[in-house]
């Protein structure tokens, strides 16, 4: 019976199976393919790390470094924007509740290419801010082609991953451990700084994660409201698969980026679980 069971699950199982192979598991194995080899003079690939050392090239490490600055001021802005905004909106009512979180879902379901397009005619030197600045006698400004622009594109289109994981902690909390904290004296500020902020962190790791890395790979928001002019990790990712046919040196910088990623998940999941046993086994005040 028990061996049925086990057959009967691998069936089941068998179309993910399948579909991880295809699409996940074959496909890391050809970049890790491309990425440990070079093309020889024979047209045949040998094994070398040559694609990986080209990364310390400073013109590369000046790429590498630009696109994790840019991620990392992009996180902690949607974490200053986002963490409010999950809280006020779990201390409404649920009707209210839920027409806020749509609003925030509602510009998801839209193409990414387009919400981020739509930032051209609002900060362009035509655009909708210039216009009105305009009629108060200043500017134009040059709001577009620059660091703030890119930081502004990546904020604006990750922020609701920010904003529902930490919401979805937040309404799950047990309201009795805030209401017992105040029975026992505890004011406002103490409540939320040693219940409410510890037990909200796994929801603060979650959206530091899901915003951090979309966020070092976009090619899409640099290219638009970077003018070409920054050279990002996706960009150049996507320059030698499309424009400079190189996928070994493509595939090495793929890797490293998921390293990258791997390390700072790794990171939050090391502080979610030191909040986590902070919160459960240390006193409140």
Do not use: H
Not at 160 to 177: E, S
């Amino acid at each position: 019976m028990s061996k049925f069971k086990k057959d009967n699950g691998l069936v089941s199982a068998s179309p993910f199976i399948i579909w991880s192979a295809l699409f996940i598991v074959i496909p890391l194995f050809i970049v890790l393919f491309f990425g440990f080899s070079v093309k020889t003079t024979d047209g045949s690939y040998a094994f070398s790390l040559e694609n990986f050392t080209r990364l310390f090239q400073s013109q590369y490490l000046k790429v590498f470094t630009r696109s994790l600055s840019l991620a990392l001021l992009s996180t902690i802005g949607c974490l200053i924007l986002g963490y409010p905004v999950a809280y006020i909106i779990s201390k409404m009512s649920s009707g209210k509740r839920n027409i806020l979180i749509m609003l925030f879902i509602v510009p998801m379901w839209m193409n990414f290419l387009l919400r981020t397009y739509a930032w051209l005619p609002i900060l362009g030197k035509n655009g909708f801010i210039n216009n009105i600045l305009g009629n108060f006698g200043f500017g134009p400004f040059t709001f577009l082609y620059n660091d703030g622009a890119v930081i502004l594109g990546m904020i604006y289109n990750f922020l609701p991953f920010m904003v529902l994981p930490i919401y979805t902690v937040l309404i799950k909390m047990d309201q009795n451990l805030i209401n017992a904290a105040a029975d026992l004296g505890a004011n406002k500020k103490e409540v939320f700084k040693k219940i409410i902020l510890p037990l909200s962190m796994p929801g603060v790791v979650s959206g530091i994660t899901m915003v951090f890395m979309p966020a070092v790979s976009t090619f899409v928001i640099s290219r638009l409201l970077g003018g070409g002019q920054y050279m990002l990790l996706g960009n150049l990712i996507e320059q030698q698969f499309t424009t400079m046919g190189d996928w070994n040196f493509g595939s090495a910088i793929s890797i490293f980026m998921m390293i990258i990623i791997l390390i700072s998940m790794a990171i939050m999941n090391k502080f979610d679980a030191g909040d986590d046993k902070e919160g459960t086994g240390g006193q409140l005040w």
